[in-house]
């Protein structure tokens, strides 16, 4: 072999092992990028039949966790409509995603009012209902904000539009804003479910 085949050679393997070392590209998603945040990484409420539920139980899931109530006029049926859509459109895959309701008004939101708004979206989705206590604490673990709204018939809920999206592994990888879409956030849990 001579000097010059040598070097080609050399040159050839460098080119190889470096392309072999290179990291996977980095997932470029239609939300907003929170991997690794310091916050939404703990959720221990009980659900619409009084179990209690963390992040750990949909392991093996893309999960979304939104916070609202049943008595919302628009942001909270669109995001839990749109969030059934996603799961429809992915077929056998969509059973691989979890929706989550966080109530911001568990006085009104009774467990089985809750359960039934939530399975008119999808019947796998989970509705969860803290105390007031319990409530107020997890909206500042995913820096959440609600307050009740006085209205001419009673109260109604601000509260934050929008929704936290983890991956199998149940950590936080997402926040997606309220009006992003069917078809964007679809994108963003098939990206998800085809990580290791």
């Known amino acids: 072999m001579t000097v010059m085949q040598r070097r080609v050679a050399l040159i050839a393997l460098a080119t190889f092992a470096s392309g072999c070392s290179r990291p996977p590209a980095k997932l470029v998603f239609n939300g907003a990028d929170i991997t690794g945040a310091d916050y ?3 959720l221990a409420l009980p659900d ?5 539920r963390t992040l750990a139980d949909f392991k093996g899931k893309v999960t979304v966790v939104f916070f609202g109530f049943t008595h919302c006029p628009d942001v909270c049926p669109t995001t839990l409509a749109n969030l059934a859509e996603v799961k ?3 077929g056998k895959d969509g059973e691989r995603v979890q929706g989550v309701l966080v109530t911001v008004d568990p006085e009104r939101d009774t467990p089985a009012l809750l359960k039934a708004y939530v399975s008119s979206f999808d019947p796998s989705f989970v509705a969860l209902r803290g105390s ?3 409530t107020l604490a997890t ?6 904000y609600f307050a009740k709204a006085p209205t001419k018939d009673g109260y109604s809920m601000d509260h934050s539009a929008g929704s936290f999206v983890f991956d199998q592994q149940a950590r936080v990888r997402l926040y997606v804003r309220y009006g992003t879409g069917a078809t964007a956030l679809g994108e963003d849990i098939q990206q998800l479910l085809r990580e290791d």
């Not at 619409?48 to 209690?52: F, I, S, Y």
Request: hydrophobic letters at 40%.
């Open 40 to 42: 939404a990484g703990k």
């Open 88 to 90: 429809r459109r992915l």
């Open 132 to 134: 007031p206590a319990q």
């Open 139 to 144: 909206a500042k673990e995913f820096k959440v």
């Open 48 to 52: 619409a039949d009084g179990r209690v």
